[in-house]
């Protein structure tokens, strides 16, 4: 049984403790068993290696140096890390170590409307069974990103007369750790439109956890 911790708080405009429970009834269907928490001040409470996921679901927000150094090293030990939108997209700004952990920033979303999505690597596990292209219609975020990240999807980010590709589901490597991160999820309603986000999302948190080889 894999077991995993979410900490849910900060910004209340991404309903972060209705999104944790999204989140835990999917991985429940998998039989994970998942822990929730509300304070950040569990991360130097807790033995982190205890669990084999942990799901910071924070948007902005402020912790403690020793609460952020206590989850680096943990997933550097070989605890994984997942996350979604802005639950760990943008949280703890300020917090470069933990951004560069993650391996990319939201910075803006300009553009909220429709736009596709175009799977990048689709022979990755995770991806198995995602169409390769399919629209979605939401905040488009714009990040900053780690060159180093594996990227499993993008969006086409069109803006002030420039075309770039952004990525929006990416993985990587932080010392022992598994890191997997999608920016899709800004409303819950997403996914009974877009099955395929949801899908996406939950196949990359159990990849972290070590679910899917």
Not at 27 to 48: I, M, N, P, V, Y
Not at 59 to 67: A, L, Q, S
Not at 111 to 140: K, L
Not at 151 to 160: D, F, H, I, P, R
Request: with cysteine.
């Amino acid at each position: 049984m894999k077991r995993a911790l979410f900490i849910s708080g900060g910004w209340a405009g991404h309903i972060p403790e209705a999104f944790t429970a999204r989140y835990v009834a999917e991985l429940s269907k998998h039989g994970f068993e998942c822990q929730c928490e509300t304070e950040t001040a569990c991360l130097t409470r807790l033995d982190l290696s205890a669990f084999d996921l942990i799901v910071p679901n924070w948007t902005m927000g402020e912790w403690t140096k020793e609460e952020s150094k206590a989850l680096r090293d943990a997933v550097h030990g070989g605890v994984n890390l997942g996350g979604f939108h802005g639950g760990l997209g943008d949280a703890f700004r300020g917090d470069v170590e933990f951004k560069w952990m993650v391996g990319g920033m939201f910075v803006a979303h300009p553009y909220i409307g429709d736009y596709d999505i175009t799977v990048t690597d689709p022979e990755h596990v995770i991806m198995q069974g995602i169409p390769t292209e399919f629209p979605y219609t939401s905040e488009q975020y714009y990040m900053l990103m780690d060159p180093g990240v594996h990227v499993l999807a993008e969006t086409l980010y069109v803006y002030e007369g420039k075309s770039v590709p952004m990525p929006i589901a990416w993985v990587k490597q932080w010392g022992k750790g598994r890191v997997f991160y999608a920016a899709l999820g800004h409303e819950l309603a997403e996914f009974d439109r877009c099955p395929a986000a949801l899908d996406l999302t939950v196949r990359g948190l159990r990849w972290a956890a070590g679910d899917l080889a």
